[in-house]
């Protein structure tokens, strides 16, 4: 059995007292995804995580931390109990964070916080034991829980942090300490629970508080509040990517296609390439700040550039799809830009200038001309500015190439009266109604991005996209 935690070493950090002795191969909080030998970790968050212990240790879980006995499970099940939960969690992973060698990366920024934690995944697994989470655990409950899962033998660690309102990430940064921390970008992302977006970057800087003696901070230069962000990492070594010649790593030409981004670079007089299997502009940028961190923790960045062409995006973070149309007729098809996780005026901008760049096909559907067509939702949590930020998005150069523009929900609605009506599709109020147009709405050669905020639910499009490569087209 490859121990993580053993009852006596989650006594000793969480000060709880155990019914029986047990080992924890792994940490769960999700009886779905649970694992044999899993440590159960009974939250309350939208449910009781207590009314799941039983299921839990049927599951095959091989112990549960709880507040107390559930009223289904036998008082000699194998148990941790504590105080409060998630403070144990807590404590588990300060514990997971003191017992490693491993250097730890911590990931922050408005855009592009999971994209960047997995680029750094993929490029330090090929140099060591890289532990990092599968999904974006970066909240109050996730980033305990990531460190509580590290592996006491990992050679590094990527620890994604996130916020909504202000004071969140301090108390996340001081628990993960990080040797490198990194801010992608400040952008306009939950103004309405801050002042400005001056207020964003204080709160984002705060993960410079949490580094180690000799951290190191990681600074995309190239943003108006960057001055913000310098200020709160003074006393530590300081790496700044961007465009201007005199940052430590400088992004010096990026060039878009439909499939890949090309970029060249330079640090220390010396140039550089990379490539990502992806377009995206965004993404050249967020990658010169991981290929910055990797510089920083001393490993290989030139083996590192390579790897970091086998990244991909998740699903729902601009991940393409081929969707096939005619089950008798394999060139009819179109193609699917599913980027609906989560949006906001900075990601819709680069979604937009991805969608620009791809090549819809002529002369395959009915319509014989194949579209570019964007299909987007709500962008959320955007104060009071939220209309004229959505109407700001006709604004875009690149929407010139966009041959449609179909929108979801009452913020978006400012978009949809602000394009010209030779590219107004439909806009509905909610998700749903729109999805049962897709059929008719869409056709062979088109390309199709799906993008919005998750309250606005744009998932239950992409599924109707996909699902038009289920049946035989009529």
């Known amino acids: 059995m490859n121990a993580l935690w053993t009852s006596q070493d989650a006594i000793a950090a969480t000060g709880g007292a155990c019914t029986v002795d047990w080992v924890a191969e792994g940490v769960s909080i ?233 970029c060249q670079a330079q640090t220390n007089d010396s140039a550089f390439l990379y490539k990502i299997s992806s377009p995206g502009r965004h993404f050249a940028l967020n990658a010169l700040g991981a290929l910055a961190s990797v510089s920083a923790l001393g490993a290989d960045m030139g083996l590192a550039a390579v790897d970091l062409a086998q990244w991909v995006p998740f699903t729902g973070r601009g991940q393409k799809k081929i969707i096939q149309l005619d089950r008798g007729d394999a060139s009819l098809t179109l193609t699917l830009i599913d980027d609906a996780y989560n949006a906001n005026p900075t990601s819709v901008a680069a979604a937009i200038e991805i969608l620009s760049v791809s090549n819809p096909i002529d002369n395959i559907g009915r319509i014989r001309k194949g579209r570019r067509i964007a299909v987007l939702g709500d962008m959320l949590e955007l104060g009071t500015e939220e209309h004229q930020l959505h109407a700001g998005l006709a604004e875009l150069k690149e929407i010139a190439k966009i041959d449609l523009v179909h929108c979801v929900g009452p913020l978006m609605k400012s978009l949809w009266s602000a394009v010209p009506n030779s590219k107004r599709g439909h806009w509905f109020e909610t998700s749903s109604k729109l999805a049962e147009l897709m059929k008719s709405q869409l056709d062979a050669g088109d390309v199709v991005l799906v993008k919005g905020s998750l309250g606005a639910k744009m998932a239950v499009i992409v599924d109707a996209i996909q699902n038009l490569g289920q049946s035989d087209r009529s």
């Open 30 to 262: 999700d009886t779905r995804t649970i694992a044999k030998g899993d440590l159960f970790v009974a939250l309350k968050d939208q449910r009781d995580g207590h009314e799941f212990v039983a299921q839990a240790l049927a599951a095959g879980a091989s112990a549960a931390l709880v507040d107390h006995i559930p009223d289904n499970v036998a008082p000699d099940a194998p148990l941790l109990i504590v105080p409060n939960v998630l403070t144990a969690l807590e404590a588990l992973g300060t514990a997971a964070r003191a017992r490693t060698s491993a250097k730890v990366v911590a990931v922050t920024g408005s855009v592009g916080k999971t994209s960047t934690k997995e680029m750094l995944r993929v490029m330090l697994s090929t140099q060591g034991k890289c532990h990092a989470a599968e999904k974006s655990y970066n909240n109050h409950w996730g980033v305990p829980l990531t460190l509580a899962r590290m592996p006491a033998d990992a050679d590094f660690a990527v620890i994604e942090i996130g916020m909504n309102h202000p004071g969140e990430i301090g108390p996340l940064a001081k628990l993960t300490q990080p040797d490198i921390g990194l801010i992608t970008t400040v952008a306009a992302v939950h103004l309405a629970a801050f002042d400005n977006i001056q207020g964003i970057a204080v709160e984002k800087s705060a993960l410079f508080s949490g580094l180690t003696e000799n951290g190191v901070a990681i600074v995309n230069g190239d943003l108006e509040t960057s001055d913000v962000l310098m200020n709160a990492a003074q006393g530590k070594t300081i790496l700044r990517f961007g465009s201007d010649a005199g940052f430590e790593f400088v992004l010096e030409n990026v060039t878009v296609t439909e499939d890949q981004t090309m």
